[in-house]
């Protein structure tokens, strides 16, 4: 067993980096412009998942890329407003990293993502990554409100994972409430500038039409 937490513990950076690369290429591919499913109700859709798992009868680790979820009950969860990502086993699989993640792009309007969480895992993480897999926001370190108001036209991705190390597997995260805030003025800069030149082309006319009155 204790080689095989080493082989785990090698085993992890690679899992993550390859995390990183599919999601650059669905990024670069597939991205949806803004979020979509954010409330589950459409169960996963929407959303991809990668596995890393150890197959006792073969000895050997395995890494699975874009899973089917049905084949996965016990590790994805999907409920009202959330979904619960878990670690499992059972006597021939052991289920030791758990991940969840959409693409998409930032709209224009968009100001904030906002979510909730609840975790008990050897490790688990909730980021807001760029399309190179680089950290924009860390939800459970630099707070639950990522301001995204600059990166409007950005692919980015929402990422979720757990990983149990302590061969225990009933490690959860719980992921709830992921609200999109809209900016409350919409009106760009642009258009500002246009509504104010028409106005003003407005008020020269009617001068203009108030002087010929009395001239």
């Avoid at 499913?37 to 929407?46: E, H, I, P, S, V």
């Avoid at 980021?127 to 639950?144: A, N, P, Y």
Wanted: include cysteine; charge should be negative.
């Amino acid at each position: 067993m204790k080689l095989y937490f080493e082989f785990k513990q090698g085993v992890l950076k690679t899992a993550v980096n390859s995390l990183f690369l599919l999601a650059g290429s669905m990024l670069c591919g597939t991205a949806y412009a803004g979020l979509i499913n954010t409330d589950f109700t459409g169960g996963l859709n929407g959303w991809s998942g990668d596995v890393n798992y150890y197959d006792v009868a073969d000895n050997q680790e395995v890494s699975a890329f874009d899973v089917d979820f049905t084949a996965f009950a016990d590790n994805y969860v999907s409920g009202i407003n959330s979904v619960t990502l878990k670690t499992s086993a059972n006597a021939s699989m052991e289920f030791w990293g758990i991940y969840l993640f959409q693409a998409f792009v930032v709209e224009d309007n968009t100001s904030l993502i906002s979510l909730a969480f609840d975790s008990i895992a050897d490790s688990a993480y909730v980021t807001l990554v760029d399309d190179k897999g680089d950290l924009i926001h860390d939800f459970m370190r630099d707070g639950l409100r990522a301001d995204v108001s600059a990166l409007a036209g950005a692919s980015v991705a929402l990422e979720f994972g757990i990983e149990d190390f302590n061969f225990d597997y009933d490690d959860y995260l719980t992921v709830s409430n992921i609200s999109i805030e809209q900016r409350t003025n919409t009106v760009s800069s642009p258009a500002a500038m246009a509504l104010f030149l028409l106005g003003l082309m407005g008020i020269r006319q009617t001068s203009r039409a108030d002087k010929k009155r009395t001239s």
